[in-house]
T-cell receptor, first 117, second 113 residues
Framework: GAVVSQHPSRVICKSGTSVKIECRSLDFQATTMFWYRQFPKKSLMLMATSNEGSKATYEQGVEKDKFLINHASLTLSTLTVTSAHPEDSSFYIC?????????????FGPGTRLLVL | QKEVEQDPGPLSVPEGAIVSLNCTYSNSAFQYFMWYRQYSRKGPELLMYTYSSGNKEDGRFTAQVDKSSKYISLFIRDSQPSDSATYLCAMTRNTGTASKLTFGTGTRLQVTL
């Protein structure tokens, strides 16, 4: 099946610093990737849709200057949490739209746990 | 009213039981339906996807879609302790370039020995 990786798997940082999370599609090209946030025992909350070569589309209520998304290639999207604060601590998960012929499914990365002190 | 309703559980069953997980939805525009399994502190793993009414089987898993009733199910036969996880239903309208998924809240399943 389609494999999506994320790096790092967990990160601890000080308040005010910026953190970059990478999402890679390992065995397929992904023109569209998605970034989600998940709180404990809650479902996934879509933050933004990342399209290769164009600006990301953010969901309502998500600050685009806070959560910078770059989709520079067909296999890599990055999410940068700028000037992180403790309330940004969460589980961040990316997904990539399935290759053609596999329906409108998404394959998810393993997630990145961010803790801001 | 949420677009997708899913009982959060928890659902506890003995090993070997048949598990039935369900979601209902309100928007008839949804065309593609998926089931994901998520272990604690991990990303969701795609189990099944389907786009037509009826049944689709894959090993111990059967996905069922009833578009007329706006109701989807996932059946797990011969459940194992390793099936203990949260199961998320998801669906999409097939909007072409931006196929956003709409998720259910997830059902937490516990299979006991």
């Amino acid at each position: 099946g389609a494999v999506v990786s994320q790096h790092p798997s967990r990160v601890i940082c000080k308040s005010g610093t910026s953190v970059k999370i990478e999402c890679r599609s390992l065995d397929f090209q992904a023109t569209t990737m998605f970034w989600y946030r998940q709180f404990p025992k809650k479902s996934l909350m879509l933050m933004a849709t990342s399209n290769e070569g164009s600006k990301a589309t953010y969901e309502q209520g998500v600050e685009k200057d806070k959560f910078l998304i770059n989709h520079a290639s067909l296999t890599l999207s990055t999410l940068t949490v700028t000037s992180a604060h403790p309330e940004d601590s969460s589980f961040y998960i990316c997904s990539a739209r399935a290759p053609s012929g596999r329906g409108e499914t998404q394959y998810f990365g393993p997630g990145t746990r961010l803790l801001v002190l | 009213q949420k677009e997708v309703e899913q009982d959060p559980g928890p659902l506890s069953v003995p090993e070997g039981a048949i598990v039935s997980l369900n979601c209902t939805y309100s928007n008839s525009a949804f065309q593609y339906f998926m089931w994901y399994r998520q272990y604690s502190r991990k990303g969701p793993e795609l189990l099944m996807y389907t786009y037509s009414s009826g049944n689709k089987e894959d090993g111990r898993f059967t996905a069922q879609v009833d578009k007329s009733s706006k109701y989807i199910s996932l059946f797990i036969r011969d459940s194992q302790p390793s099936d203990s996880a949260t199961y998320l239903c998801a669906m999409t309208r097939n909007t072409g370039t931006a196929s956003k998924l709409t998720f259910g809240t997830g059902t937490r399943l516990q299979v006991t020995l």
